[in-house]
Antibody, heavy 121, light 110 residues
Framework: QLQLQESGPGLVKPSETLSLTCTVS??????????WGWIRQPPGKGLEWIGS???????YYNPSLKSRVTISVDTSKNQFSLKLSSVTAADTAVYYC?????????????WGQGTLVTVSS | NFMLTQPHSVSESPGKTVTISCTRS????????VQWYQQRPGSSPTTVIY?????PSGVPDRFSGSIDSSSNSASLTISGLKTEDEADYYC?????????FGGGTKLTVL
């Protein structure tokens, strides 16, 4: 059974960089059939796609976040990571990592449990 | 860029049928697949419909999806409502440069 687990600081100061890692177990991140993505959900609000990455390193980002987002992959560790720079309180959210079927915009078949990141001084 | 608009909330009684709409603001709803996700309180979302009308294994056939080009919208229909269906439901679609979620619909089964 595939599992995805987010990890990283739960508290980030304004203007700093948010960094999260997703560890994939029970399957290979190098599978040609999947992309890997980050989605976030501010408290009490809806879902927002952040970006997607292929095991080769190809990336696709939400245009509204593109200038601040970097997603990378480490196939040797079966992990992929998110960096979001210059954070503000508006970036406070539960951050989910996910497996995306076939294409960067495809359906999500597995989600991590999510991790709450609060931006506050 | 485009938006997906959903009703904020819907409610219906157990055993009845409910339909949740998802209207695309620009671009054809039929040109790009629509997915539907269910999110129960305190849990991660799960897929109930993918590629407009396909159900993942394990999702009961009470859940169905459709597309209406005349209204440029997608719909999620849940028949034989159960209390366990009470959740938030999100539609999702994409264009050449972005993927977008609808704002979500809170389904209350009372």
């Amino acid at each position: 059974q595939l599992q995805l687990q987010e990890s990283g600081p739960g508290l980030v100061k304004p203007s700093e960089t948010l960094s999260l890692t997703c560890t994939v177990s029970g399957g290979s991140i190098s599978s040609s059939s999947y992309y890997w993505g980050w989605i976030r959900q501010p408290p009490g609000k809806g879902l927002e796609w952040i970006g997607s990455i292929y095991y080769s390193g190809s990336t696709y980002y939400n245009p509204s976040l593109k200038s601040r987002v970097t997603i990378s992959v480490d196939t040797s560790k079966n992990q992929f990571s998110l960096k979001l720079s210059s954070v503000t309180a508006a970036d406070t959210a539960v951050y989910y990592c996910a497996r995306i079927v076939l294409l960067w915009f495809g359906p999500i078949d597995y989600w991590g449990q999510g991790t709450l990141v609060t931006v506050s001084s | 860029n485009f938006m997906l608009t959903q009703p904020h909330s819907v409610s219906e009684s157990p055993g009845k049928t409910v339909t949740i709409s998802c209207t695309r603001s620009s671009g054809s709803i039929a040109s790009n697949y629509v997915q539907w996700y269910q999110q129960r309180p305190g849990s991660s979302p799960t897929t109930v419909i993918y590629e407009d009308n396909q159900r993942p294994s394990g999702v009961p056939d009470r859940f169905s999806g459709s597309i209406d080009s005349s209204s440029n919208s997608a719909s999620l229909t849940i028949s034989g409502l159960k209390t366990e269906d009470e959740a938030d439901y999100y539609c999702q679609s994409y264009d050449s440069s972005n993927q977008v979620f609808g704002g979500g619909t809170k389904l209350t089964v009372l």
